[in-house]
């Protein structure tokens, strides 16, 4: 299972692909059909497979957990029932209330999208793109003391993500913070020298507001 990262603004959404459904055989039919139509770009004949195999299963995760992910990719509503299945079926599930919560993020439903992030934190409070997610919702939703801390907290942690220092240099920026933003910029640059782009486009808009 991939999972969720919401960064600088954007959502990256990665889909979940289990091997295979362990269901009674025709529900796992319809799975592999459902499977080889989504390989082949056919999303409604995909979407009409799964609901076929859900319909003989409707506890069946494997499929609700690729029908939710065409859903989502859709930026269809109806894959946020299919991920309140899967929370239902798995709470315990991370990635599963990341990808909730991106559902919510993208609805503009903040309160919501921090409720799944928080919760998801709390099950892995190691996880970086969780705390990167929970701290970009708080900035949405008008929190920038908090999302500041979070990212702080984050890095106190892990003090080589770069992801964190890009993204806490975005915030300062916005904040007309231009210093600690290009310290930020920098030191992510050092860490991620492929992130070169972003970072020196990021630092002439700052410079360029500083003259």
Known sequence: MKKFLLCAGVMLVAAHWPAAAQTVPDTRHAYAAGRFDLESGNYDKTIAEFNAALKRDPDNYEALSVRSAVYTGAKDPRALADLNAMVRLKPADGDVLIERGNVYF?????DHALADYSAALKLQPDSEIYALNLALAQDAKGD?????????????????????????GALYAKQEKYDLALADFNAALKLNPGAAATNNVAKVYIYQKKL
């Not at 993208?106 to 903040?110: E, I, L, R, V």
């Not at 908090?146 to 106190?156: D, E, K, M, N, P």
């Open 106 to 110: 993208a609805m503009q439903d903040f």
């Open 144 to 168: 920038s003391a908090r999302a500041l801390a979070t990212y702080s907290q984050l890095l106190r942690a892990k003090p080589d993500s770069a992801n964190a220092l890009t993204a806490r």
